[in-house]
């Protein structure tokens, strides 16, 4: 969990992106410093106490005082003044509907459920030692920064309460609410109190409201998100654009935002990659011309004209055109005039990801815009790929079709068939064979029915081989990441260029004598050939076997050199026998077992102390001292104990490690052939580098362990 939340807080630093949209930019003027909110707010808020604040609210306070940066460390120390069992963060979201921007582009619902919460804060004697702020966001997400933040926060103990406007200012998702109320917070000792609900999760006659409130706060979700997507479909039925972002070629109407007009400096560049590709120029050589002209990418192209457009890849815009980007616009019938919407659709309001929709179901409207491409190349363009998938089909149906046949003829020798059945499968299949002589799909996919239809009629054991066996041929040949053959290659994700960084591709090219020529397998770097060459220069492939080769070369090389007894008492123990495991586990025992000692003997003068002050013995003001310094003592203590506890991880961990490589390599005395197993047990990565003038090339192995 702790892991978890610390990949999405370190991710909300690097992706400031997505921040940007409620940054101080956004405020336009100081009006709002004026306002008895802001004054109110300012007085109740103590700075010396802040922990943490997010940016967004840091400038809008005008708060100076920065960050702990040891906050969300695993063993950060954060002051240690406050009061233990009165530390508590605030956190306040707000939703689309909460929206109410005034004075100076502020939202006013932001001082409000400020005040609200410190007032509570200041009333119940909580020390706010946590400020996260998040807008235009729902509840249902996971991926909420801010939130998860608070998760950490929570996790590493540097809180004791959490306070809310409201439980579905928390989450509106009885999944969450279960998961962090009702189960983690009560692991972390977190008390979350929920001000209009009236929800306190110390108060334990207060959990089936809570859950209720929850089911409640998620059937509202549900019934939003079904509203939305059915007004959304009758706007994309009736020709409107509701896109985020208009296809690359077109703009929103400045007049109308549910209408597309034609960019004319985009749609020139659509214009010359339909041109290009009608007249028998490839995906390859256009996006070299591309390139090599320097015109900017789609996704460049809308930072340029001031989008907030972000991809996913390259968050600032790719530089370089790629065949898929190619591909993606000639095969996009937008540039012919027709409005495509509703390609994909959300899996479900409290799931991110999107599903694919089928054609027939898609909302298409023709004419609603102007078309780009003229009818002509449109029509060349089109016919080519669907004669190139017609003919994929029938290459399919054909190979099929022959599989079956050739299973159907290999197993019936073994079976004894009626000569009535014989006769009619031999018919079927006479059929089937003639049908693949000509080019009908219609008739080859007919004919590849009855066939199979016929084949029901046979033994119950021979029908159940034969399908077996087709089966099998019909996953072998898919189009899956792995190979043709079902498995994946030993070098797959483990290849990179050494120029780029990409991965290398396995791909295959006929080789041998023409009349009974062989595939040889080759890898090259996949940047170089999707960026037309531009955006890498590591042009050379390498042959599988040569690569393979060096590797099971070298793997043999580190087993021989292990069993040289010399040299696995010079290079291999030798670094680890100044390494007495036993020894570093048993001093970080012996001090954890004595620091419990202290602890305990803290403990009982704390008991003392308080009977001390109750019979007058010591005063208020020294059972105040005395305390803050045990308090103080235990806080010091505690840390060392966490101190400990990893440096005891670290040493297991290590010791596993040296357990781990010598049983590695005490498994294998020589290796004759790679496989996939071996190279995830010893190589990390390869790097390949470019050729030189020489023709040498720069290999690099990284192993999983060093001898």
């Known amino acids: 969990m702790l892991e978890e939340q610390r990949k999405v807080v370190n991710s909300s630093f690097s992706n400031t992106e997505v921040l940007s949209d409620y940054s101080i930019d956004n405020v336009s003027n100081d009006d709002y410093l004026e306002t008895i909110e802001f004054k109110t707010i300012k007085k109740l808020l103590c700075e010396d106490n802040l922990e943490y604040m997010t940016d967004f609210l840091r400038n809008l306070l005008k708060v100076s005082k920065p960050n702990n940066p040891n906050c969300f460390k695993k063993n950060g120390i954060i002051h240690s003044y406050h009061t233990p069992g009165k530390r508590g963060i605030i956190y306040v979201r707000l939703s689309q509907e909460d929206l109410d921007r005034e004075k100076g ?26 400020i996260f702020y998040e807008e235009d966001i729902s509840g249902s997400d996971g991926s909420r920064q801010e939130w998860n933040k608070t998760l950490l926060f929570c996790e590493l103990g ?35 109190l929920s001000i209009v609900d009236n929800i306190d999760t110390y108060n334990k006659g207060n959990k089936k409201s809570s859950q209720i409130t929850a089911m409640v706060d998620e059937w509202k979700i549900e019934e939003q998100s079904i509203n939305t997507k059915k007004t959304l479909r009758a706007k994309n039925d009736a020709g409107q654009w509701t896109g985020s ?75 370089f055109w790629n065949i898929d980007s190619v591909r993606k616009i000639l095969l996009d019938e937008t540039y012919d005039g027709l409005l495509i919407q509703h390609r994909t659709e959300k899996i479900a309001y409290n799931i991110k990801g999107s599903k694919k929709i089928p054609k027939n179901e898609q909302s298409i409207v023709a004419c609603a815009h102007d078309r780009i491409v003229d009818p002509d190349i449109s029509r060349i363009v089109r016919k080519k790929f669907t004669d ?83 089966d099998v041929m019909t996953t072998s040949n898919s189009r899956a990441r792995p190979g043709k053959n079902g498995e994946v290659h030993i070098f797959s994700r483990k290849v990179y260029c050494a120029v780029c960084g990409k991965t290398f591709q396995k791909n295959c090219c006929k080789s041998g ?140 961990d290590k010791e596993n490690n040296a357990t781990n490589e010598k049983s590695v390599l005490e498994k294998y005395t020589h290796i004759d052939k790679l496989d ?23 290999i690099k192995i990284f192993w999983n362990f060093t001898i």
């Open 105 to 130: 582009n502020v939202s006013k619902s932001i001082l409000n459920q400020l005040l609200m919460l410190l007032t509570y804060c200041n009333n119940k004697e909580i020390e706010v030692v946590g």
């Open 158 to 192: 540097n809180t004791d309460i959490y306070v809310c406007k409201t439980q579905a200012r928390f989450a509106r998702s009885i999944e969450f609410v279960e998961k962090y109320l009702h189960k983690n917070f009560i692991q972390w000792n977190i008390r979350f």
């Open 245 to 319: 972002f208009a296809p690359y070629g077109y703009i929103e109407d400045p007049d109308d935002m549910y209408h597309l007009i034609v960019d004319e400096e985009a749609a020139k560049v659509v214009r010359e990659i339909y041109s290009m590709y009608a007249n028998g120029i490839g995906y390859f050589k256009i996006c070299k011309y591309l390139n090599e002209n320097k015109i900017p990418t789609p996704s460049k192209y809308k930072k340029l004209q001031g989008l907030k457009y972000v991809c996913p890849y390259y968050p600032n815009g790719s530089e």
């Open 388 to 470: 190139r998938r017609a003919k994929i089909d029938l290459e399919n149906a054909r190979k099929d079709s022959r599989q079956l046949i050739n299973a159907i003829q290999k197993n019936l020798k073994n079976y004894s068939v009626e000569e009535e059945k014989l006769m009619a499968l031999n018919n079927a299949i006479s059929d089937l064979e003639n049908s693949l002589i000509q080019t009908d799909l219609n008739d080859i996919s007919s004919k590849y029915d009855s066939l199979r239809e016929q084949t029901l009629f046979l033994n119950s054991d021979l029908y159940s081989t034969i399908m077996d066996q087709i």
């Open 513 to 652: 004598p023409r009349k009974n020529p062989f595939m040889k397998p080759y890898l090259h770097c996949r940047n170089h050939r999707s960026g037309g060459g531009l955006t890498c220069d590591n042009k050379n492939y390498i042959r599988y076997e040569v690569l393979e080769e060096l590797v099971l070369n070298e793997i043999n090389k580190m087993i021989d050199k292990y069993y040289n007894l010399e040299k696995l008492e010079e290079n291999y123990y030798s670094k680890k026998a100044h390494i007495d495991y036993e020894k570093d586990m048993a001093i970080l025992q012996k001090e954890k077992i004595d620091i419990e000692k202290k602890l305990n003997k803290i403990n009982d003068r704390f008991a003392m102390l308080y009977d001390d002050k109750a019979d007058g013995i010591i005063s208020a003001t020294e059972f105040v001292m005395l305390k803050n310094k045990y308090q103080n003592d235990i806080n010091n203590f505690n840390l060392r104990i966490e101190a400990i506890n990893k440096e005891i991880y670290d040493i297991i």
């Open 676 to 698: 996939r197993l071996v190279i995830d047990e010893f190589i990390s990565k390869i790097l390949i580098g470019k050729k030189d003038e020489n023709n040498n090339r720069p």
